[in-house]
């Protein structure tokens, strides 16, 4: 059953039994069933950071995964992922084609903030689909408000979302769940604050806590799995509050479970153990 909102002002735990589940796939399934995510962003230097959230989003279970990349990540996207549509794009103007094929977009991962990021940010705004804005693509939203599709996720750490209020880090971390409520509200979408104890939010002031996770977690690349994870989950149909409640805890049980083996836990060990669980608590087949 979808996890049950709370009154507005109380907190409520995320867990297992509350969880909403993915269908069980019929037996004539095909992919078309089960959304085209579009994964924008890898300037120079940050290629790594769409390739994970593209390999997440694959592992989830989306039905097509393609990706919109500088030109000269692409072999390297090829050579990890075959299964993985890839597109070198130097402006916006290439970008609307994948944008109409698409059905869930994910936007920050590795876009810097430079003309390229900026152009392409411009690019799926407009977009009229659910999307997952992370990393840069909060920072730009920082600096110029951009409207975001209903139906969208923002998933900022501490540092972003005092850039997105205005306001210290300190303060987001004296009143997280104010924090997310206040974010959810001004975009008008479902907020997830990252942290030790990830917040999920909604423009009506539910907040729902999940206290999963393990320190061995704290390293780069993990968001940007969880972005992937959550557009899988939105391109098959799940509202954003419930992709974001599965999503998060997925996640966070995946980085407890590796995080028991100690330090250097990396962000593409999260993705297999992330589908195992995804796979105990919603079969594939019935």
């Given at each position: 059953?979808?996890?049950?909102?709370?009154?507005?002002?109380?907190?409520?735990?995320?867990?297992?039994?509350?969880?909403?589940?993915?269908?069980?796939?019929?037996?004539?399934?095909?992919?078309?069933?089960?959304?085209?995510?579009?994964?924008?962003?890898?300037?120079?230097?940050?290629?790594?950071?769409?390739?994970?959230?593209?390999?997440?989003?694959l592992r989830c279970g989306a039905g097509l995964v393609s990706?919109?990349?500088?030109?000269?990540?692409?072999?390297?996207?090829?050579?990890?992922?075959?299964?993985?549509?890839?597109?070198?794009?130097?402006?916006?103007?290439?970008?609307?084609?994948?944008?109409?094929?698409?059905?869930?977009?994910?936007?920050?991962?590795?876009?810097?903030?430079?003309?390229?990021?900026?152009?392409?940010?411009?690019?799926?705004?407009?977009?009229?689909?659910?999307?997952?804005?992370?990393?840069?693509?909060?920072?730009?939203?920082?600096?110029?408000?951009?409207?975001?599709?209903?139906?969208?996720?923002?998933?900022?750490?501490?540092?972003?979302?005092?850039?997105?209020?205005?306001?210290?880090?300190?303060?987001?971390?004296?009143?997280?769940?104010?924090?997310?409520?206040?974010?959810?509200?001004?975009?008008?979408?479902?907020?997830?604050?990252?942290?030790?104890?990830?917040?999920?939010?909604?423009?009506?002031?539910?907040?729902?806590?999940?206290?999963?996770?393990?320190?061995?977690?704290?390293?780069?690349?993990?968001?940007?799995?969880?972005?992937?994870?959550?557009?899988?989950?939105?391109?098959?149909?799940?509202?954003?509050?419930?992709?974001?409640?599965?999503?998060?805890?997925?996640?966070?049980?995946?980085?407890?479970?590796?995080?028991?083996?100690?330090?250097?836990?990396?962000?593409?060990?999260?993705?297999?153990?992330?589908?195992?669980?995804?796979?105990?608590?919603?079969?594939?087949?019935?």
């Amino acid at each position: 059953m979808p996890q049950t909102k709370h009154p507005p002002g109380q907190l409520e735990l995320l867990t297992s039994i509350g969880l909403a589940p993915l269908p069980p796939r019929a037996l004539a399934a095909q992919k078309g069933d089960f959304g085209h995510v579009l994964v924008v962003g890898g300037d120079r230097g940050t290629g790594g950071a769409v390739l994970l959230s593209a390999e997440a989003a694959l592992r989830c279970g989306a039905g097509l995964v393609s990706l919109a990349t500088r030109s000269e990540q692409v072999p390297a996207a090829l050579a990890r992922l075959p299964e993985v549509m890839a597109l070198g794009v130097h402006s916006a103007n290439q970008l609307m084609t994948p944008i109409e094929r698409a059905s869930v977009l994910v936007v920050g991962p590795g876009l810097g903030q430079a003309a390229w990021g900026r152009s392409l940010l411009s690019a799926v705004a407009n977009a009229k689909v659910p999307q997952v804005w992370d990393a840069d693509a909060l920072n730009l939203l920082a600096r110029a408000p951009l409207p975001l599709p209903a139906g969208s996720l923002i998933t900022p750490h501490p540092g972003e979302a005092a850039r997105l209020l205005g306001i210290s880090t300190e303060a987001v971390q004296a009143d997280r769940p104010g924090a997310a409520r206040k974010l959810a509200r001004k975009y008008a979408v479902v907020c997830v604050l990252k942290g030790a104890g990830t917040l999920i939010a909604d423009p009506v002031g539910s907040v729902a806590l999940c206290k999963r996770g393990h320190p061995a977690m704290a390293g780069a690349g993990l968001g940007d799995v969880l972005s992937g994870v959550l557009a899988a989950l939105l391109a098959q149909k799940m509202s954003s509050w419930d992709a974001a409640c599965l999503g998060v805890w997925l996640h966070a049980c995946a980085g407890e479970r590796l995080g028991a083996q100690g330090r250097g836990l990396a962000a593409s060990d999260l993705v297999p153990a992330i589908r195992h669980l995804l796979e105990e608590h919603s079969a594939c087949q019935a």
